[in-house]
């Protein structure tokens, strides 16, 4: 957004009124601030009510030195781990002894905007309900930390992507900030914003990487989230429309991979729990159940209005899908019971996006568990979302055993008062011969274990038998979070990241079995992630990056799981970029 100079000292005014605002406290917001001022009618006052959102949020910190785009420097050679514990060994030595990957198979890693940009304020970005989420509500993030720096990739993007390019994968997958483009979500555009974009995309296209890009990835323009409690209201859907087709008509012709939504199975957790008093509004629908489904609902919508306008109407030239959050549900018998409680499990987490757009609707156990909760698709709208992905994009990261309640699914789905209402089965980590189903991941990432042969049952599950109208399935993220990383008094023993080296060579090994053995059509793996990012409640202590970020100095460093990551590539016939190391 340009400011204009009779506006920056109401903007500073403003700023330092904020700064009184503490953390954890609950936000005054006096729109009486500018009230002195006398209404001019063509007056721009974005500037103005920019500066209101950023006080609702409060004091947001800045990096000391990092404030700019910086030029990067050359490059270190990697040498990977030492001569004294070598890498993990595959444990299918024989089988993938000499398999490759099929032609044009996408890799690379992952992040997302808010997660690793930082520079949370800086030149016009508008706050988005995380913002707001990690400044004010207590006990939203478990090391108090939030998005306002982190690993500062909003200015050090450059050196960033000249080590992606020495290292060599093809793909790069990480999102767009919607606020960052549109301050409040909607109107005004913010021209640095998308100048910072266009240097993005411009930096990848030189490096030779194809951007794989999502457009949104949770962080809903807070401005949306006051007007109308942002994906409880119908209104959401033109208002990110006009916002996704900005970008795709900007970027498509360096972007070969879209995705209109970062795991829309969010709204189970954004829309359920959150308290009241920081983000919903009083005349907003509130958290519940109810919100939970329609957030849904207008997200599929969205998805897919977005998608037949790409083809149809703009005649874009990549391939467009949503990513979703989706665990492997093992029965943990071969009791109809069990069964069925696997089959809601994997019908309420993956079946609510995937049946409607395989199939034409909602599960039939979401229909008759939910009733009106549930929101109805119109015929036109069915028709709409039929087929409206190119691809089935899975962020799989682990799995679960599922049992039967004691009392049976049946009285559960009946009783909307059932603490396992609406799924209505149980589900565990922990396997019948006591053994936890994996070896475990960092605290802050509990529902996270080590499940490799679990994504190959997955693939050929989800192709074969949940969604056989899928033809085309990438694993859109998968990741692990070693164990007490963050503990390590020495970065050089933090990056000897054993565990998460194990899972990304089982997890690699059993996508290329699923491609092998079980002739599953896997055109696509990303890794979650290039470097330590926000994640979310569990805030920055809790580590997924294949690099070490020290967040004092901003240093990336490789760890073991990288270059694990890489050889296995080399080793697999992996497409890698001409310059590559
Ligand atoms: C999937 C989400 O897309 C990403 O934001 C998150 O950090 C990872 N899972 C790890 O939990």
């Known amino acids: 957004m340009m400011f204009s100079s009779a506006s920056r000292t109401l903007v500073l005014a403003l700023l330092t009124l904020g700064a009184s605002a503490s953390r954890g406290g609950t936000p005054t917001v006096s729109y009486n601030v500018s009230a002195a001022e006398t209404y001019l009618p063509n007056k721009d006052y974005s500037n103005e009510q920019l500066a209101l959102l950023w006080y609702q949020v409060g004091p947001v910190a800045t990096h000391p030195v990092v404030t700019a785009t910086v030029e990067p420097t050359p490059e270190p050679s990697w040498a990977g781990p030492g001569e004294f514990h070598p890498f993990v060994a595959s444990n299918y030595p024989e089988e993938l002894a000499v398999a490759k990957l099929p032609p044009g198979f996408n890799w690379g890693m992952t992040s997302s905007a808010y997660q690793l940009e930082g520079a949370a304020k800086d030149e016009g970005r508008g706050p988005s ?3 707001l989420l990690s400044h004010r509500n207590p006990n939203q993030v478990a090391d108090n930390s939030t998005g306002d720096v982190l690993a500062q990739h909003y200015y050090l993007y450059k050196q960033d992507f000249q080590r992606l390019a020495k290292y060599g994968s093809p793909y790069y997958s990480t999102s767009i900030s919607w606020p960052r483009i549109f301050p409040f979500g909607k109107g005004p555009i913010n021209e640095a914003g998308i100048k910072h974009y266009d240097d993005v995309i411009a930096e990848l296209v030189k490096h030779g990487i194809k951007p794989a890009l999502s457009l949104f990835h949770w962080d809903t323009p807070l401005a949306l989230f006051n007007e109308y409690g942002g994906w409880t209201n119908p209104k959401i859907v033109d208002d990110y429309l006009n916002y996704a087709k900005f970008v795709i008509a900007r970027y498509d012709k360096h972007v070969p991979v879209w995705f209109t939504f970062n795991e829309p199975q969010y709204c189970n957790w954004q829309y359920s729990y959150y308290p009241a008093g920081i983000l919903y509004p009083s005349y907003g629908i509130g958290p519940g159940i109810n919100a939970r489904f329609i957030c849904g609902h207008y997200t599929l919508l969205a998805h897919a209005k977005l998608a037949k306008w790409y083809h149809n109407e703009f005649k874009g030239k990549g391939r467009i899908s949503f990513k979703n959050s ?10 109809t019971g069990d069964l069925e409680a696997a089959k809601r499990a994997t019908d ?8 409607p757009w395989t199939d034409g609707d909602y599960p039939q156990s979401l229909k008759d568990t939910l009733g009106e909760i549930l929101p109805t698709l119109s015929k ?3 028709a709409l979302i039929k087929g409206s992905c190119d691809f089935y994009a899975l962020d799989g990261y682990t799995a679960f055993y599922v049992s039967e309640l004691p009392g049976g699914a049946n009285a559960c789905a009946r009783n909307r008062s059932d603490p396992n209402y609406p799924e209505c089965g149980s589900s565990s980590q922990v396997a019948p011969n006591g053994f936890s189903i994996g070896p475990a991941a960092d605290a802050g990432a509990s529902w996270l274990k080590s499940t490799p042969t679990g994504i190959r049952k997955f693939l050929s599950a989800i192709t074969k038998e949940i969604f056989p109208a899928v033809k085309d399935i990438v694993v859109s993220e998968f990741g692990f979070a070693e164990p007490f990383e963050s503990e390590y008094a020495s970065v050089p023993d933090a990056i000897w990241d054993l565990r998460r080296t194990d899972y990304i060579q089982g997890f690699l090994d059993n996508i290329l079995l699923a491609i092998t053995e079980d002739h599953v059509n896997v055109t696509g793996a990303y890794i979650w992630s290039i470097m330590d990012n926000f994640e979310w409640g569990s805030g920055i202590k809790t580590r997924f990056g294949m690099q070490y970020v020290s967040y004092d100095t901003l240093t990336r460093t490789p760890k073991a799981s990288w270059f694990q990551a890489r050889n ?14």
């Open 129 to 131: 309900i995380w913002d």
């Open 326 to 335: 989706g665990n492997y549900y093992q029965p943990v018998t071969n009791s």
């Open 348 to 355: 309420f987490s993956i079946g609510w996006f995937g049946g």
């Open 380 to 382: 036109a709208e069915k």
């Open 568 to 581: 296995w590539f080399k080793r697999h016939g992996g497409e890698f970029l001409p310059g590559a190391e």
